[in-house]
């Protein structure tokens, strides 16, 4: 079974930053790209950012720039550093783990994609 847990949500003023991490358990991780998403009261949950396997990133157009994803496989970890942030950032953030094994191809936005999730954690900023 695996298992996502995620940590480093808190409440930032805006242009501050915040590190979220995930660490995951269960799979070869290193095998599997790595995704965030997010989701703002009585918004559907959207894509934030995505790590393939071998390292590649993708990003939601409003966060390229401030948002850097990554990971250790060493560690079985993904992280997310967020910087500059702005109050409509504020969301429960979500780790998720695609279900493609060694996938190599550039789609990574649909949640349909994922098939393990962690808890949430929840990031606000302020004005």
């Known amino acids: 079974q695996v298992r996502l847990v995620e940590s480093g949500g808190g409440l930032v003023q805006a242009g501050g930053s915040l590190r979220l991490s995930c660490a995951s358990s269960g799979r070869t991780f290193s095998s599997y790209a790595m995704g965030w998403f997010r989701q703002a009261p009585g918004k559907e949950r959207e894509f934030v950012a995505a790590i393939r396997w071998s390292g590649s990133t993708f990003y939601e157009d409003s966060v390229k720039g401030r948002f850097t994803i990554s990971r250790d496989n060493a560690k079985n970890t993904v992280y997310l550093q967020m910087n500059s942030l702005k109050p409509e950032d504020t969301a429960v953030y979500y780790c998720?783990?695609?279900?493609?094994?060694?996938?190599?191809?550039?789609?990574?936005?649909?949640?349909?994609?994922?098939?393990?999730w962690g808890q949430g954690t929840q990031v606000t900023v302020s004005s």
């Open positions: 998720a783990s695609d279900r493609r094994q060694y996938y190599s191809g550039s789609y990574y936005t649909p949640a349909s994609l994922y098939d393990y």
